[in-house]
């Protein structure tokens, strides 16, 4: 079944770096748009972040543009998203999605996502 | 950037009973690219509707969405128990891709 299991979430200081993982199965991974979406407490989702199917494109919110980086290794099945000079506000639960257009479409799965808390 | 905005913020219905939920655009959405999602307490948010009108695969029937333009539904018909959850519209015809705020559907 599809799978899409995120880590490297923790506590970190503000001004830090980060980098998480999605980690996924299941389904062509190399054939879809890969998404991050991210989650503050109590709050609706925000898309981060999204890659095209071979890497070939990229997008960010400009919350995040200059800090943020996404990536992907399809010999690997994996997502990254490097996140550098963390602010409070990034604080979230950030969830790895998987787009069936190869970078232009809707989220058809999620993984259950990682928490990121950046606090002094 | 495309603002969706849902309205109620909070539906308090009964099982049984039919809920509907708008997401209104702040310019048009293209292609009718415009999503729905469920959200329940601790858990992703899952696809239920892409294109406004398509269900995704295993959505029961009792959900449905409708629309185009800058106006657009979710309607489900008679709500079953687990249905009680938060409902999201997200929109994919431009970047950056934004969601509503959400609508609440609670247990009256």
């Known amino acids: 079944q599809v799978q899409l299991v995120e880590s490297g979430g923790g506590v970190v200081q503000p001004g830090t770096s980060l980098r998480l993982s999605c980690a996924t199965s299941?389904?062509?991974?190399?054939?879809?748009?890969m998404h991050w979406v991210r989650q503050a407490p109590g709050k609706g989702p925000q898309w981060v972040a999204l890659?095209?199917?071979?890497?070939?494109?990229?997008d960010s919110a400009d919350s995040v543009k200059g800090r943020f980086t996404i990536s992907r290794d399809n010999s690997k099945n994996t997502l990254y998203l490097q996140m550098n000079s963390l602010k409070a506000e990034d604080t979230a639960v950030y969830y790895c999605a998987g787009d069936p257009w190869g970078g232009n479409g809707y989220l058809d799965s999620w993984g259950q996502g990682t928490l990121v808390t950046v606090s002094s | 950037e495309i603002v969706l905005t849902q309205s109620p913020g909070t539906l308090s219905l009964s099982p049984g009973e039919r809920a509907t939920l708008s997401c209104r655009a702040s310019q048009s959405v293209n292609n009718n690219y415009l999503a729905w999602y469920q959200q329940k307490p601790g858990q992703a948010p899952r696809l239920l509707i892409y294109?406004?009108?398509s269900r995704a695969t295993d959505i029961p029937d009792r959900f449905s969405g409708s629309g185009s333009g800058t106006d657009f539904t979710l309607t489900i018909s008679r709500l079953e128990p687990e249905d009680f959850a938060v409902y999201y519209c997200?929109?994919?015809?431009?970047?950056?891709?934004?969601f509503g705020q959400g609508t609440r559907v609670e247990f009256k």
């Open positions: 294109g406004a009108s």
């Open positions: 997200q929109q994919y015809d431009s970047s950056p891709r934004t």
């Open positions: 299941g389904f062509t991974f190399a054939d879809y748009g």
């Open positions: 890659i095209w199917f071979d890497g070939s494109i990229k």
